[in-house]
């Protein structure tokens, strides 16, 4: 529980809170570790008499309970008092502390962004590569296969590398929405593979599966591509169709037969209400389950010309509260712990009430993601992104529709109409914004 302190009082060590709007103070966070007198100093410019000290979470135990740390305790108070007696300079302390502070979120806003226009990059390429890959289908369909094998191959060097791999959201650049939502399912079925501990051979025809799961749709016109609501009886059989022409397509390319059941049976339900075959869970290969509850996901995401795209968020809930009979337990419940409740795409609420946009999710860290804050007192080009895994006391209250931001913070966050996905190695340009402000878990 916290007690109240007097500014005067501070020391190295204590855990504390500032009862001030964000924009008020140069600190990233509002509550966090003091670790140096320089802080101390800009605390008490602040115009604040007392705050909320948290014991507990503190390194040095209550000033009142003893003398367990006069010794260094008076030097540190002594060293924070001459800070803060040189009146004269504190406004200029404060001011290049927050300067300091404003370059430094400048400076990780640019390395983050470099670190996701690399990784759009190399989605856009593969898109690339995939949209080739389907022109060749007709033609010549072993040279198609053999495109989507390397992409497939090349995706996972890097995915078996060592390091943990974050989940990223981008912008599914492509006009392409075969090949944007071939790719999602193939990068995010990969990850949940990887994660599930698949061999490698076994990898790559998931990976390939999933990159060719609709090829059947080639065969059909484009108004029955997607199912919709309307659909009669006609339509409805029409498009149940891709499955049996895709499978078609994949024996002409020579597929693998792994690759080849995940055409075949990434419409399979586990309880029996699948199409085509209406297989049940032991009949169904592995590599198809995860396709189906991947490709499931995506379509909830990014639906058809004239569906109703869920945010993430919203996705998850349905697969888990209407959908999960349908699908393999085991593999939802991994799915959902390697995206998140909110994955990538997610806008949200902090505790804090901030509103946030969901940058990236760490497969082994899921509940912690990584987030882009709205401030309105803060320029775009210095927003803050955040690592909650870094911000112990800081959360996500809620979810909601990007329709529900404040037309403000919907311009600030700019969330995406339609979500990619892809991987980078975790670690690479994210340490978090001035670690040491924040308490760490």
């Known amino acids: 529980m916290p007690r109240t302190i007097a500014v005067d009082d501070l020391k190295v060590g204590m855990f504390i809170r ?40 503190s390194a040095l135990p209550d000033p009142q309970a003893g003398a367990a740390a006069t010794a260094g305790g008076a030097a540190i108070t002594f060293e924070a008092d001459a800070v803060a007696a040189a009146t004269p300079q504190r406004e200029d302390t404060v001011a290049a502390a927050a300067a300091e502070v404003a370059a430094a979120r400048r400076a990780r806003l640019a390395q983050e962004r470099a670190a996701l226009q690399h990784t759009q990059a190399l989605y856009d390429e593969a898109a690339k590569v995939l949209q080739e890959a389907g022109a060749l289908v007709v033609d010549e369909p072993r040279a198609a296969a053999q495109q989507a094998r390397a992409l497939t191959g090349a995706m996972l060097e890097k995915m078996l590398a060592q390091g943990d791999l974050c989940v990223r959201l981008l912008s599914a650049a492509t006009s392409d929405r075969v090949a944007a939502h071939a790719l999602n399912v193939s990068v995010l079925a990969l990850l949940m ?18 990159l060719l799961h609709d090829v059947g749709k080639l065969d059909l016109p484009a108004r029955v591509h997607c199912p919709e609501d309307s659909f009669g009886s006609v339509e409805l059989k029409a498009y149940r169709e891709h499955v049996a022409l895709g499978v078609a397509r994949g024996r002409q390319m020579e597929l693998a037969p792994g690759a080849l059941a995940v055409l075949a049976q990434h419409h399979e339900m586990v309880d029996g209400s699948g199409f085509p ?29 004239r569906g109703v795209p869920l945010t993430p968020h919203e996705a998850i809930s349905v697969l888990f509260a209407q959908n999960r009979g349908r699908f393999d337990m085991p593999v939802l419940n991994s799915f959902i712990r390697m995206m998140g409740i909110y994955p990538p795409g997610s806008v949200v609420q902090l505790t804090d009430d901030r509103y946030a946009l969901v940058m990236q999710v760490n497969a082994s860290r899921p509940l912690k993601p990584r987030v882009l804050v709205h401030d309105p007192g803060v320029p775009r080009d210095e927003a803050l992104l955040l690592d909650l895994e870094h911000a112990a006391d800081l959360g996500i209250r809620r979810s909601l529709a990007p329709g529900k931001l404040p037309p403000a913070a919907a311009s600030y966050l700019a969330p995406h109409t339609r979500v990619g996905y892809y991987f980078d190695v975790a670690g690479q340009a994210h340490e978090n914004l001035e670690p040491e402000l924040a308490e760490t878990s």
């Not at 966070?29 to 979470?57: C, D, H, M, T």
């Not at 990887?194 to 599966?209: F, H, K, N």
């Not at 995860?290 to 995401?301: E, G, I, T």
Request: net charge positive.
């Open 18 to 57: 500032l009862d001030l709007s964000w924009l008020k103070h140069p600190f990233p966070l509002s509550r966090f570790r003091i670790v140096s007198a320089e802080q101390i100093a800009i605390i008490r410019g602040l115009g604040l008499r007392e705050l909320a000290w948290y014991p507990e979470k």
């Open 193 to 210: 593979g990887r994660s599930l501990g698949l061999p490698q051979g076994e990898l790559l025809d998931l990976g390939t599966g999933a």
């Open 277 to 305: 075959e209406r297989l049940a869970l032991d009949a169904i290969t592995p590599a198809a389950r995860l396709v189906a509850l991947v490709n499931r996901y995506d379509n909830l995401c990014n639906p058809g010309p």
